[in-house]
């Protein structure tokens, strides 16, 4: 009888350990993340950088003025485009690139810039997406920096 209820005790216990152990630590997105629920185009209205001994900080300085309303298109079919809206600058930035994704991320492939790549789906709401993603590269002066930005559907 004792031998039972050890081994009663030890499967509640083990059972308790494996569900907390497999409890999700980010939020579930308040709307499915599908290349139909993406599709848009979204305006980036803030973006921040931090490094592991740096708080964020506001990077949307290091953007002139003209690229301040320019808008990322993502289509239903993976392509995309950098569209150069509002205030146009000279030379016109405008130019097609792609994006791959998952339910949990969508990185930006082929951007002139490569400073904000994407990344993991902080926040979906059907309007509003914040992607947070890694960078290291010469801009970045080889240091790994977390970029968070922040885009809305026009």
Known sequence: MK???????????????????C????????????????AGRYLLTALTV????????DAMS??????????????????ANYIDAGQKCDPVKAYGFRYDMTTKTVFLVGLKEDFFPGGT??????????????????????????VVGTLVKQ
């Open 3 to 21: 031998n039972f209820y050890f081994k009663g005790i030890s499967l509640a216990v083990i059972t308790a350990l494996s569900l907390s152990a």
């Open 23 to 38: 409890k999700r630590d980010d939020k579930e997105l308040q709307v499915p993340l599908t290349p139909e629920t993406l």
């Open 121 to 146: 789906v902080k926040q979906f709401d059907g309007k509003t997406i914040v992607l947070e993603g890694k960078v290291k590269n010469e801009e970045t002066l080889n240091r790994e920096v977390t």
């Open 62 to 79: 290091r953007f002139e003025p003209c690229e301040l309303d320019d808008l990322y298109e993502l289509n239903a079919d993976s392509t």
């Open 50 to 57: 931090e490094t592991a001994v740096t708080a964020p900080t």
